[in-house]
């Protein structure tokens, strides 16, 4: 195990977890904690094994060494020794355990807004059809979406199907969510109102990781920023430090300039 | 030119298009019926399966594509007795060879289909904690018809005209009837003038129907 926790027991621990696309390593033996409440952003340039390390934190990506634990319990196999394979509905059940809001939305197309949220909420955890329309009804109201409970995902605009994706997500109350690039479909003007939802939830303390581009965002918002490049952690640490200027990291200075010119 | 047309004797004897025309219906139904559930069952198992299973379904369905259906007919009715000890009427030999045969065309249909799902809904499935089975059901399979239904349709048409083979093993369809009229009337143009009508008012009642379906579904996506 990497060094580890300091008084309170980290929720999701990520242990030098590393991943190769046949001849390509694309994540290195990447290390890292995130507590209860923490809301941590991974910024990095493309290709930088952000995104992979997000979907193995559900193992929607499989990984090839490391562990990766939420809660104390190890996610895709049975354990990091033996690296057995959990069964299909193990698995089921601890993804139910994560939320995930995708880059491209992913709301599936004959579901209404409703039905999208209600669909995890009755096959999953079983709630009675009324139940879940209320749940799912309660979480569209949160994103500001009431009025839209029996649209299709068809007849809303980005901003609001990404919003029925992340209410989508939380109305499943799980341990975490996983925020993978979820502005980057979005027209500029769009951006803003899926933003303010996702600050309202850490405002409430839900504990999220965050792969992202917006860098306002995640000075803003975040407990702690990942620097990822080449498929490791780079640099980490809370916003102030990570995107100070005068960092002595070779990589997140040439990576923040290239940033700053290219967005301001 | 010295025909002249006359449909007296046809009308005569409409019951047997009529008849017919029902018949034709009602194989292309059961066969339709017996064909979806052979092309969604094999082509959910050839986009899960390994590479023997796909080489399997993947055969019947290239065996099937590429033999007219008229020797599958004969075949069936005629070759399948004689080997093994087995006795069935015309109709329902020729529902059992349509029902394959539109199996494998279906398995085409739906497996393209199921492989248009988008990877991202799939994983949303995932993500939510469904099973495989659920996902499956509850995902994949919406989409999937979604994406399929003009192609369904299509096929559909096609099958129901592939109903006029089954009257080679003298199956009373709708192309039957018209021959036995022929036959006892020797009113060639007439008759087949009837039968083309019957055909195509079907078929077009047929796609009709089916296009509606096709927009309801469109608007629901």
Redesign the interface.
Known sequence: MATSSNNSPALLEIAEVSKSFGPVAVLRSVSLQVAKGEVVTIIGPSGSGKTTLLRCV?F?ESYDSGSIRIDGKEVGYRDAGTRQRRS??DL?????????V?Q???????LTAAGNIM??LT??RGKGSAEARAIAEHWLARVGLAHKADS?P?ELSGGQQQRVGIA??VA?EPKILLLDEITSALDPELVGEVLAVVKSLAEDGMTMVMVTHEMAFARDASSRIVFMADGGVSAVGPPKEVLAAETTNERLRTFLARFRASHF | MGYTLNFNLIWRHFDKLWGGLLLSLELAVISIAIGIVIGLVLAVWYVSAGRVVRTIIAAYVEFIRNVPLILLVYLVFYGVPTVIDLAYSAPTSFVVTLSVYSGAYLVEVFRSGLEAVPRGQLDAGKAIGLTPWQRLVHVRLPTMLRITLPALSNTFISLFKDTSIASVISVPELTYGAQWINFNTFRIVEVYLVTTAMYLVTGYALLFALRLVERRFRAAR
């Open positions: 559900n929607l299909e509905r089921a059940a601890m993804r139910a355990e994560t939320g995930m995708f491209s939305f992913n709301l599936f197309p004959h669909l995890g096959k999953v299709l068809a989508r997500a499943m």
